[in-house]
Nanobody, 116 residues
Framework: VQLQASGGGFVQTGESLRLSCAVSGSLHMFKAVGWYRQAPGKERELIADISTRGATTNYADSVKGRFTISRDNAKNTVYLQMNSLKPEDTAVYYC??????????WGQGTQVTVSS
């Protein structure tokens, strides 16, 4: 299974970005898919995840109300819409897929840089 993330870039504070993650297999192989991020000098953190059946979502407090995770099972793709971006959102963003309690598959990461 391969996960290919894209959509990162350099934006100004308050702007938006949409990340995409193409999964090489059916999303139904997994219990959930999601996004983590890692900022310089910080630990990797869960940003959002979504069940592959139903619509159960989970967000970090730091992004609630600004980020929205979604998936398109027909396209085997996961999205992360990021609005009202802040400098503290600067990080490498990783898409993930899990069959159990923790992610077992990771994408290569895409850099998001938010300038003040």
């Amino acid at each position: 299974v391969q996960l290919q993330a894209s959509g990162g870039g350099f934006v100004q504070t308050g702007e938006s970005l949409r990340l995409s993650c193409a999964v090489s297999g059916s999303l139904h192989m997994f219990k959930a898919v999601g996004w983590y991020r890692q900022a310089p000098g910080k630990e990797r953190e869960l940003i959002a995840d979504i069940s592959t059946r139903g619509a159960t979502t989970n967000y970090a407090d730091s992004v609630k109300g600004r980020f929205t995770i979604s998936r398109d099972n027909a396209k085997n793709t996961v999205y992360l819409q990021m609005n009202s971006l802040k400098p503290e959102d600067t990080a490498v963003y990783y898409c993930t897929a899990q069959r159990g309690l923790l992610p077992g598959y990771w994408g290569q990461g895409t850099q998001v840089t938010v300038s003040s």
